[in-house]
C-alpha cells in the first residue's frame, strides 16, 4: 500500500501541477492532478488561497481558474530547502 | 574583572549571534512552509538569544551596579532562567509535535499545551529564585539537552532514508551529546567542585561550538538547497533549456 502523503507533500503537489499547466489550470484538473478526494481538495485550496499561495481568476461567469502567486512560486523554490531542515533536524 | 566581563561579552555575542541567524532563517521558512515543527525550533533559539541577552544584563548588573535593588536583580534572574528553560522545553517540543497533535490537533489544545510550558518554565524560575539558587534550571536545560538527544538519536537510526547518515543529523546528533555533556559537566563543577573556575570557561567554548554547529547546519541547508535561477524548473522554458544545455556542454 501506498504511504500516505504528508501535508506539505499535497501542498507541493497541487502548487506544482498549476506550475506544469502554465500557471493557469481549471479546478477539475487541478483535483485530477492532486489525487486528493473533493472534500480534502476543497480545505486544501481554500487554505492554500487563505494562506496567499494560489489565487483564483473568473475568466467568464461559470468558468475559473487558480495560479500561483508569488509567494505560491517561492514555496516551490524552496521546497526542497524546508525538507531537508525537517529531515536534518527530525522535526 | 575586565577580563571576566569580556569573555562573558564575546560568549554572549556568540550565542546570541547564533540564535539570530538559525531564528531569521527558520522564521523564513516557517512563513512559506506553516510547518510547526520549524516554527518550534526557531522560537526555541529566540528564547535562548533572549535568555542569553538577560544573563549578559544580570551578569552586568552585578558586576558594576553596586547599589542595585535586590528585587530588580531577582527579576531579572527570573527572566533569564525562565527564557532559558523555554528554550529547552521548546527544542524539546519541536521533536514531539506531531506524537501529541497525533492525540489531538485542535486549537484550543494546541494553545493549552503551549501555555502549559511557559507556565512550567515560569513555576520553574520562580521556585528557583525562592530557594536562591540555579539548580533546577541546570536539571531542566540537562533533560532537554538529553530527552532531544535520545529523540533525534532514534530519528537517525530508524530513518527510512539511507543517505541520512551523511547529512547534517549525524553533526547535530554529535552537538546535543556535547551540549549534554558540557552541561553535566558545567553543573558538577557549580554545585559540587568549588575549585574549579576555569570550568566554567571550557563549558562556554563548548555550549558556544555547540550554538555555531547548529547554525552551520540551517545554513548549510538553507544555502546547499538553495534557489538556482538556472537550474530551477519552474521558470523553464524551451528557450531557456536550449540555452543551457549548450552552455553546459561548451563547459
Not at chain 2, 147 to 174: N, P, R, V
Amino acid at each position: 500500500m501506498a504511504k500516505k502523503r504528508e501535508r506539505l507533500e499535497v501542498i507541493h503537489d497541487i502548487l506544482r501541477s498549476i506550475m506544469d499547466n502554465k500557471n493557469a489550470v481549471k479546478p477539475t484538473r487541478l483535483l485530477y492532478d492532486s489525487n486528493l478526494s473533493p472534500q480534502m481538495f476543497k480545505e486544501y485550496v481554500e487554505e492554500l488561497q487563505g494562506k496567499g499561495f494560489i489565487e483564483q481568476k473568473m475568466i467568464d461567469e461559470d468558468k475559473r481558474l487558480y495560479s500561483l502567486t508569488t509567494k505560491g512560486f517561492e514555496f516551490l523554490q524552496k521546497y526542497k530547502t524546508i525538507l531537508a531542515l525537517i529531515q536534518d533536524f527530525g522535526l | 574583572m575586565v577580563g571576566a566581563f569580556f569573555v562573558e561579552l564575546l560568549y554572549t555575542l556568540i550565542v546570541v549571534f547564533c540564535c539570530i541567524v538559525i531564528a531569521k532563517h527558520t522564521r523564513c521558512l516557517y512563513n512559506l512552509s506553516f510547518h510547526n515543527g520549524i516554527k518550534y525550533f526557531g522560537e526555541a533559539f529566540v528564547f535562548w538569544g533572549l535568555g542569553y541577552i538577560v544573563r549578559l544584563v544580570y551578569i552586568i548588573s552585578l558586576l558594576y551596579i553596586n547599589s542595585m535593588n535586590s528585587i530588580v536583580l531577582s527579576i531579572i534572574h527570573l527572566a533569564f532562567e525562565y527564557l532559558l528553560t523555554l528554550g529547552g522545553f521548546f527544542l524539546v517540543y519541536s521533536l514531539i509535535w506531531r506524537l501529541l497533535d497525533e492525540m489531538t490537533s485542535s486549537f484550543l489544545a494546541v494553545r493549552f499545551r503551549i501555555l502549559s510550558l511557559h507556565l512550567l518554565a515560569l513555576a520553574l524560575s520562580l521556585v528557583d529564585m525562592a530557594i536562591n539558587t540555579t539548580q533546577l534550571l541546570y536539571i531542566v536545560q540537562l533533560f532537554a539537552l538529553g530527552y532531544a538527544g535520545i529523540l533525534t538519536y532514534d530519528h537517525w537510526k530508524t530513518s527510512e532514508k539511507k543517505s541520512m547518515k551523511d547529512t547534517f543529523a549525524s553533526l547535530y546528533l554529535i552537538a546535543l551529546c556535547a551540549a549534554f555533556i558540557g552541561y553535566l559537566v558545567n553543573y558538577i563543577a557549580e554545585f559540587f567542585i568549588y575549585q574549579f573556575p576555569w570550568v566554567r570557561f571550557i563549558t562556554y567554548i563548548f555550549t558556544s561550538s555547540v550554538f555555531a554547529i547548529i547554525m552551520y547546519g540551517v545554513l548549510r541547508i538553507v544555502y546547499s538547497t538553495a534557489y538556482c535561477e538556472r537550474c530551477c524548473p519552474y521558470t523553464y522554458n524551451k528557450k531557456q533549456e536550449k540555452k543551457h544545455g549548450k552552455k553546459t556542454r561548451k563547459a
